[in-house]
T-cell receptor, first 114, second 112 residues
């Protein structure tokens, strides 16, 4: 398996534009996580899914952020409209279900909003 | 709610020095505990884990012991190398469900 695949690796966009980040989890994993990493706030869990169903979205910063998982092999994180303070590295991770299982991370999408 | 606190960095050491990065946690029940490492420009990867009290996780010369009495999971290595320079994250996963909660991360810099 190629691991967790995120696209794009880098995204530069203008304030007010819509941004969509994509993630393909590892086949057979039924939990998927979206994290945001910044120098100021560290690694924050935004939302996670079990079996394609959102379980906890309490970390989503505001209504401008939305996430979907239409099937077991694909998830998106959308920001509309984007703002400069959304600039960060966004990571997707997947795991088998279970509290003691390892989460595998993608290489991240570095988002810059100018 | 569940939380993880780890020592602030950066931690700067000379090659072959002994490393300790402290981590304490707050959680209900019996969480699983993890250390992840992030090299520059990459995502996080699992370094080691422990799933119950008194378990010791180990990998690549790193060790950490799950101490329930002190709610700690300190990371240690007897002799660090320049290649160990990275950011280290302590994390827990609640007993029920698999939501991973991370500490703030500790930057380790090893000088030759």
């Amino acid at each position: 398996d190629a691991g967790v695949i995120q696209s794009p690796r880098h995204e530069v966009t203008e304030m007010g534009q819509e941004v969509t980040l994509r993630c393909k989890p590892i086949s057979g994993h039924n939990s998927l996580f979206w994290y945001r990493q910044t120098m100021m706030r560290g690694l924050e869990l935004l939302i996670y899914f079990n079996n394609n169903v959102p379980i906890d979205d309490s970390g989503m910063p505001e209504d401008r952020f939305s996430a979907k998982m239409p099937n077991a092999s694909f998830s998106t994180l959308k920001i509309q409209p984007s703002e400069p303070r959304d600039s960060a590295v966004y990571f997707c991770a997947s795991s088998e279900q279970g509290g003691d299982t390892e989460a595998f991370f993608g290489q991240g999408t570095r988002l810059t909003v100018v | 709610g569940d939380s993880v606190t780890q020592m602030e960095g950066p931690v700067t050491l000379s090659e072959e020095a002994f490393l300790t990065i402290n981590c304490t946690y707050t959680a209900t029940g019996y969480p699983s505990l993890f250390w992840y490492v992030q090299y520059p420009g990459e995502g996080l990867q699992l370094l080691l884990k422990a799933t119950k009290a008194d378990d010791k996780g180990s990998n690549k010369g790193f060790e950490a012991t799950y101490r329930k009495e002190t709610t700690s999971f300190h990371l240690e290595k007897g002799s660090v190398q320049v290649s160990d320079s990275a950011v280290y994250f302590c994390a827990l996963s609640a007993e029920y469900g698999n939501k991973l909660v991370f500490g703030a991360g500790t930057i380790l810099r090893v000088k030759s």
